[in-house]
């Protein structure tokens, strides 16, 4: 298993390479020119050129693009040219609050779905079941961005319970994590269900009841755990994907994170900023999905991976 982790680890030093390759050609595809910005609009041409010279986006492209490399091999991911600060810096006051985020996100979404998944499966049919598939299509269902504003109305202007936005102490989680975990919450539940009724249906568990062991033992103990790998793939995936598709939702709550950063660096054209996200996002997906393969290990003792 070392030497697999060893190895798929080697496997993303190529795939990041091109990733960054990528990421740098498409960002300065954007419209608009960081040096008017940077000037200011009453700027002559005169001094935006001076700017622009000074921030390097004179020389041509594979000459910039050598430059950023050599910066990140070093440890340098840049200076923001909106705010003339390291670009490390700005991730340090906007990393955590957008890893929490995700965090209670994941692991609300993960355990209500599992839950509804399950109960659905086991009463198949019946009301838990009919209950837990139109909650699961209703959280597939609303949109992020409407979903969020409902619970500001509600929760926060009628009622006072949560801010309306930031990030200072975990009321302020609340709000955001629910609209966030939603959609995952119901595409588990969906999974779960569906992954589970097919177990159900193996030999093994039916062997396990003539042997008169109790559902209360089959269900959670033999049926369910064989029924996580799938499961497990696609709450890796989202996990991945909530990393950097926060964007919306921290839009929405002014929460001030990664994908609120973004969104503030793409209209300000701050090319430094926005590479330096759309490549940690690219790493932490390639990460998560390097966890997932691990956990199969443990759901399946079977599995067994082969540097």
Do not use: C
């Not at 990393?243 to 001030?256: A, H, I, K, N």
């Amino acid at each position: 298993m070392l030497q697999y982790i060893i190895k798929r680890i080697l496997e993303m030093i190529p795939i990041l390479f091109i990733v960054s390759i990528l990421i740098f050609f498409f960002t300065h595809l954007i419209p608009g020119d960081p040096a008017r910005l940077v000037a200011g609009k009453d700027a002559t041409l005169e001094e935006v050129t001076i700017i622009r010279a000074e921030l390097g986006l004179d020389k041509p492209i594979w000459e910039q693009y050598g430059s950023y490399m050599n910066h990140l091999f070093h440890g340098n991911l840049g200076t923001s040219l909106k705010t003339g600060l390291p670009v490390m810096d700005l991730f340090v006051d906007r990393f955590m609050p957008s890893i929490y985020l995700t965090l209670f996100s994941m692991v609300w979404a993960l355990v209500i779905g599992l839950l509804i998944g399950t109960l659905s499966a086991v009463f198949k049919n019946k009301w838990p079941d009919y209950f837990g598939m139109v909650t699961a299509v209703s959280g597939i269902s609303l949109p992020g961005f409407w979903l969020g504003l409902i619970l500001i109305q509600i929760f926060s202007v009628q009622l006072g319970w949560f801010p309306t936005g930031g990030a200072e102490g975990w009321k302020s989680y609340v709000l955001p994590s629910i609209t966030l975990g939603a959609g995952i919450m119901s595409m588990l539940a969906r999974f779960t269900r569906s992954s589970l009724l097919e177990t159900l249906k193996a030999d093994f568990i039916r062997t396990g009841r003539a042997k008169g062991l109790k559902e209360s033992v089959v269900i959670p103990k033999h049926a369910l755990r064989n029924s996580l790998i799938p499961v497990v793939t696609i709450a890796g995936l989202q996990f991945g994907f909530l990393l950097g598709g926060s964007v919306v939702v921290e839009t929405v709550f002014s929460f001030p994170g990664m994908g609120r950063l973004l969104i503030d660096s793409i209209a300000f054209r701050d090319y430094p900023v926005i590479q330096a996200e759309l490549l940690l996002f690219s790493l932490e997906f390639i990460l998560v999905n390097l966890l997932v393969d691990i956990l199969y290990s443990f759901l399946n003792p079977k599995i067994r991976y082969v540097a």
